[in-house]
C-alpha cells in the first residue's frame, strides 16, 4: 500500500489554526475528536502529532503545509527552540545541517555560548571550537571571554552558516553586549 502525501487541500479541509500555533479541528472524527477540539498528541518530549488518514505527521510540519501551501523540502526548525510552540512565525524551512546547528547549550556548558569553555585548571583561558560535519575543530584560545564569542562567531559566519546567525548564541551574546550591532 502507498503512502498517500498530505495536501494543502486536505489540511485545509479537516484543521483551522490558532494564532497561538495549536492546530483545531474543523470535522468530526470518529476516534474522539469533536469538531472545535485541539488537534495531535504528544508523541515525544516536545514534539506532538496529528493523525491523518492513518498517516502520523508532525503537528508543526502540518501548520507548515496549511500556511505555506506545500509540504518543507527541507525540515521545519523552531526558531525560538521551543518545540512545543508551533506559531507559524516561530518555523522556518531550513537545511538539516541549519536546525541541528539550532539547538542549546549543553548542560554542562557554563560559558553560556556554544563552541566557547573553560576549565578552572586553565586559568582565565577560553577556547573555542566549533563541529562541521560530525568533526570537532578547536580554533583557538583567547583571555578575553568577548574576544573569545567573536572568534566563534567569525568562525560560524566562515563556515557560512546562513539562515542561522541570528539564532546563534555567540550572536546574540555579541549584540547584547554590545560587541556587535544587529544584522538587518
Known amino acids: ?4 502525501v498530505l495536501t494543502y487541500e486536505r489540511v485545509r479541509e479537516l484543521f483551522d489554526y ?3 500555533g495549536f492546530l483545531i479541528w474543523k470535522v468530526h472524527k470518529a476516534s474522539r ?37 506545500y509540504m518543507p523540502e527541507g525540515e521545519v526548525d523552531h526558531i525560538n527552540r521551543i518545540k512545543s510552540d508551533n506559531r507559524i512565525e516561530n518555523l522556518r524551512e531550513v537545511s538539516k545541517q541549519c536546525n541541528m546547528r539550532n539547538t542549546g547549550n549543553q548542560k554542562n556548558n557554563r560559558s ?16 573555542v571550537g ?6 570537532n575543530h578547536r580554533i583557538g584560545s583567547h583571555r578575553c571571554f568577548d574576544e ?8 560560524e559566519q566562515c563556515l557560512n552558516w546562513s539562515g542561522c546567525d541570528s ?7 555579541a549584540v547584547k553586549n554590545g560587541l556587535i550591532k544587529p544584522y538587518t
Request: net charge positive.
Open 1 to 4: 500500500m502507498n503512502k498517500q
Open 18 to 20: 490558532r494564532s497561538d
Open 33 to 69: 475528536a469533536k469538531i472545535g477540539d485541539v488537534a495531535g498528541t504528544k508523541v515525544t518530549n516536545y514534539y506532538s502529532a496529528v493523525s491523518v488518514d492513518y498517516q502520523r505527521y508532525y503537528t508543526h510540519i502540518v501548520i507548515w503545509l496549511w500556511h505555506k501551501g
Open 112 to 127: 553560556g555560548v556554544k563552541g566557547v569553555w573553560s576549565h578552572p585548571s586553565w586559568g582565565n583561558v577560553w577556547r
Open 130 to 135: 566549533i563541529k562541521v560535519n560530525r568533526k
Open 148 to 155: 573569545a564569542v567573536l572568534h566563534r562567531l567569525a568562525a
Open 167 to 173: 539564532s546563534s548564541p555567540a550572536y546574540r551574546y
